[in-house]
């Protein structure tokens, strides 16, 4: 070999062994994390533009949504509710006046005897006048700003609609549930001293008051709305039968002030009159639905309300970065949410049960959240339901007091309900639970005369109910009772009333023998 060409050789191999040792300075494993720190960077800057465009993609179809329905006129903001309940003038508004009454309802007597002391069954009022007497007086105001709330057109209560969300539990609803009692206490005196012209216009009186706090949107102010209906209906079917109407074949004593016939029938037409709680239903969800937006910045906003102030620096980081991570899936959240309350308010229009069952929104659109969807669907069904069987119970409470009068002219009841139209009804009232526009049964004969709805289960039990284990009657089985003699009394069978032993043995059987149907009164 030349010499040129060795020491070429040579500086060749001088080269990779140069090379050599600069690589062996630089250990394998600076490589690798040198590798998956780039790799990192750039699963860091995909997920930054994932986030940036989920949020954007999110946000864009939330705003989609909110201008369709604007578009289509509806309130959408919770903020939009509170302006236009704001915009009723106080001399129109009869939540000015129940809000008056309400703060100035003396419960308990100079001696410590509340009104709640007297259970929901007017035989216990008896055992003590003189202190029912006492705080009828007391209240002799109260009532009188109820009286007049009746003639107002419109209920806006003071309690916003933003923030309600997070802070369900308003006074203003224990306020009212407070006054329910106090009505359902007066009347029930007014009842037993004979004062039957002042009963019709209590019932009268809780009707305006009942939907008055359902004409506030939302879900919490219509299932108080719902109790306290019951309280009153509850009470049509307790004196209802022995109503005393002047000009009729009543047995009136010398000191009763018999009801006024143009008083009851007015009752009777306000009970019928369903549009008001059907437009106050569909505004319920429409509330439920600004509800949705209300989520948003409850969590999304890192501060998960007022509690927040007690929580530490680095939770108060935390709270801000997860909730910037999830603030998409909040709003899609809301979205799937708004779109069922929508779907929830068109069918408060619906007939009857069954058609707004057949209707109901499905939970099948895939969400980020589809736990809290399903559970908020389920309960707006429940809401619904609850809605139709206080539709069965005015109803019924109608033709009740329809009835009366008939027997009063006649003395005795009809044949059948049809005999009621024309004279005392336009015509005989469906079967809210009937998908075949059956009108409400009628059972006329027997120990225990009664209407009856085939409730929930669409199914005729001819009139009979299921009770729970504490004896109560279960509403959400079996048929929707009216008793046309008052509620029986504990011990009585003639209702042929399931008892808990019986269905539980037989379920789908009638016992002859099971409990009486022994309800203690609505609760509110």
Request: proline share 5%; net charge negative; charged share 25%.
């Amino acid at each position: 070999m030349s010499e040129p060409a060795k020491d070429v050789a040579s500086e060749q191999s001088a080269n990779v062994d140069v090379e050599t040792a600069q690589v062996e300075l630089i250990p394998p494993r600076y490589w690798w994390l040198k590798r998956l720190s780039i790799l990192a960077i750039v699963v860091f800057v995909a997920l930054v533009c994932l986030r940036w465009w989920w949020g954007w993609e999110a946000n864009r179809r939330l705003e989609a949504l909110i201008e369709h329905y604007h578009g289509a006129g509806q309130l959408v903001y919770a903020e939009e509710f509170d302006a236009e309940l704001d915009a009723v003038p106080d001399d129109q508004n009869a939540a000015v006046l129940l809000e008056r009454a309400m703060a100035s309802v003396v419960s308990a007597t100079q001696s410590g005897v509340q009104f709640t002391d007297f259970p929901y069954d007017p035989e216990n009022l008896e055992t003590n006048m003189p202190a029912a007497r006492e705080l009828m007086d007391a209240n002799a105001s109260v009532l009188d700003l109820v009286r007049q709330a009746r003639n107002r057109p419109r209920a806006a209560w003071s309690s916003p609609i933003r923030g309600s969300f997070a802070n369900p539990g308003s006074s203003l609803y224990s306020q009212q549930r407070n006054l329910a009692k106090l009505l359902w206490f007066s009347t029930s005196y007014d009842f037993l001293t004979g004062n039957h012209a002042e009963v019709v216009e209590s019932f009268r009186d809780y009707l305006a008051f009942n939907e008055a706090i359902q004409a506030h949107p939302t879900l919490i102010s219509n299932l108080i709305a719902w109790a306290c209906h019951d309280l009153c209906f509850s009470l049509i079917e307790d004196f209802g039968s022995d109503l005393q109407v002047e000009g009729r074949q009543a047995n009136s004593g010398a000191e009763a002030r018999t009801a006024t016939r143009a008083g009851v029938e007015s009752l009777i037409e306000e009970l019928l009159l369903e549009e008001g709680p059907r437009d106050a239903l569909a505004s319920c969800f429409l509330g439920e639905r600004a509800s949705q937006l209300e989520m948003i910045d409850y969590f999304g906003n890192g501060t998960l309300g007022p509690n927040v102030v007690h929580l530490s620096l680095a939770a108060h980081v935390w709270l801000s970065v997860s909730s910037f991570l999830y603030e998409p899936a909040l709003k899609l959240e809301a979205i799937h949410g708004m779109r069922y309350c929508t779907a929830f308010s068109g069918l408060a229009a619906a007939p009857n049960w069954p058609m707004a069952s057949r209707n109901l929104p499905k939970v099948n659109t895939p969400t980020s959240l589809p736990g809290l969807s399903a559970i908020e669907c389920e309960s707006r069904v429940v809401s619904l339901q609850k809605f139709f069987n206080t539709l069965a119970r005015r109803r019924m409470a109608a033709i009740a007091l329809a009835i009366r009068l008939y027997e009063l002219d006649r003395g005795e009841r009809p044949e059948s309900l049809s005999d009621l139209v024309s004279d005392y009804l336009s015509e005989v009232p469906a079967d809210p639970f009937a998908s075949d526009g059956t009108t409400i049964r009628y059972i006329r004969d027997g120990e225990h005369p009664r209407l009856y709805s085939i409730g929930e289960d669409e199914r005729d039990d001819g009139g009979v109910q299921k009770l729970r284990a504490n004896g109560r009657i279960d509403f959400t089985h079996i048929d929707i009772i009216f008793y046309l003699d008052g509620k029986p009394k504990q011990g009585e069978t003639g209702s042929k009333v399931k008892s808990p032993q019986a269905i539980e043995d037989d379920p789908n059987g009638v016992n002859d023998e099971g409990q009486s149907n022994e309800s203690q009164g609505p609760q509110t």
